[in-house]
């Protein structure tokens, strides 16, 4: 939340009143960050972890051939899980052409949800091409696995051994729940 008035100074009164408007408005602000982070844990996270099987990978050192879930990956539910700030929130690292095709430009809503990609990991078109299904699922589940020299900074979505700045909303949770990684598995190997 903004704060109303900040660092707006008119003599000296409206000065210390600004002062401390500010510094409550930032209590205010931190309360609502932290509210927002634990309700996005929750809305996407579950306490449930399945297990899986580790094997290697052509690609990659590791790899999860078993789908975690008997039933199929939904492509189009991965897409929208990976565009969910709630959930996957991909785009604010990675860009995927598919997703930003879907932009309406005159619907600042669907731009909002579909338009706005970040390029801290590489983009992943073609991605289906470059990995089997049980790489694509080893690089969700727990990139630390797949990447094991890189030090990465994408999230393990459904990990909870060896994690580093875990909010405390959100510990003892896994990011993503069995079949929204499937789901999310079926929408990348797709992308080919
Ligand atoms: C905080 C940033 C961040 C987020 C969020 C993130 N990633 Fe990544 N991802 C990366 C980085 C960085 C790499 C490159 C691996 C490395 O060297 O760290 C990567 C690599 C990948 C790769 C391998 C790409 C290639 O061409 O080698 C895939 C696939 C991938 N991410 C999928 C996803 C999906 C799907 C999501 C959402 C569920 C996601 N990522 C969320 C940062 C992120």
């Known amino acids: 939340m903004k704060p109303a008035i900040r660092n707006i100074c008119i003599g000296v009164a409206a000065c210390a009143f600004a002062a401390g408007s500010a510094s409550s408005a930032r209590a205010q602000e931190r309360t609502q960050i932290k509210k927002v982070q634990t ?54 690292c990675h860009s995927i052409a598919k997703i930003l095709a879907k932009a309406d430009k005159s619907d600042p809503q669907s731009v909002r949800t579909y338009g706005n990609h970040g390029e801290v990991g590489p983009p992943l078109n073609g991605v289906g091409g470059r990995y089997s299904q049980g790489e694509l699922r080893m690089i969700i589940v727990d990139p630390k696995l797949a990447f094991p020299d890189a030090d990465t900074v994408m999230p393990a979505y459904h990990a909870r051994n060896g994690l580093t700045d875990v909010i405390a909303g959100c510990r003892n949770r896994v990011m993503l729940r069995a079949q929204t990684v499937e789901d999310i598995v079926a929408f990348l190997e797709a992308l080919k």
């Not at 809305?43 to 580790?54: F, M, Q, S």
């Not at 094997?55 to 999860?64: D, F, K, N, T, V």
């Not at 975690?68 to 969910?84: H, I, N, Q, S, V």
């Open 39 to 92: 309700a996005r844990c929750s809305a996407g996270a579950t306490t449930r972890l399945v297990r899986y099987k580790v094997e290697r990978g052509e690609a990659l050192p590791a790899a999860i051939p078993k789908a975690l879930t008997r039933k199929p990956g939904d492509e189009a539910k991965g897409l929208e899980a990976a565009a969910d700030p709630g959930k996957g929130n991909c785009l604010a």
